[in-house]
């Protein structure tokens, strides 16, 4: 069993930065590719970015977040992380961590399992 813990949210001005963190619990952290994904408030859960196990590589981003957003992870604090910069309003979503599970689509959040609590990230104009 994996319990994932996100940190790192909050209010800021557009044009601002955050860094995501999301901790997890056990030994086998670097054997998980991990994602992240967000949910706006009246809309579906969508894919951000996804780190690989083994390489470390990351995953095209999604369009909206490509430039802005890095995706990294630390395996010796079990910890993945989410630089968010240049934000803007419509980045404001609770922002999700979970493990690739496999399946034929690592962008697909079906493929995910050992969800986090999420953690709120607001955007002011």
């Known amino acids: 069993q994996v319990q994932l813990v996100e940190s790192g949210g909050g209010l800021v001005q557009a044009g601002g930065s955050l860094r995501l963190s999301c901790a997890a619990s056990g030994r086998s952290f670097s054997s998980y590719t991990m994602g992240w994904f967000r949910q706006a408030p009246g809309k579906e859960r969508e894919f951000v970015a996804a780190?690989?196990?083994?390489?470390?590589?990351?995953?095209p981003y999604a369009n909206s977040v490509k430039g802005r957003f890095t995706i990294s992870r630390d395996n010796a604090k079990n910890t993945a992380y989410l630089q968010m910069n240049s934000l803007k309003p419509e980045d404001t979503a609770v922002y999700y961590c979970a493990v690739f599970m496999g399946g034929s689509s690592i962008y697909a959040d079906r493929n995910y399992n050992y969800w986090g609590q999420g953690t709120q990230v607001t955007v002011s104009s």
């Open positions: 780190i690989f196990s083994r390489s470390g590589a990351a995953t």
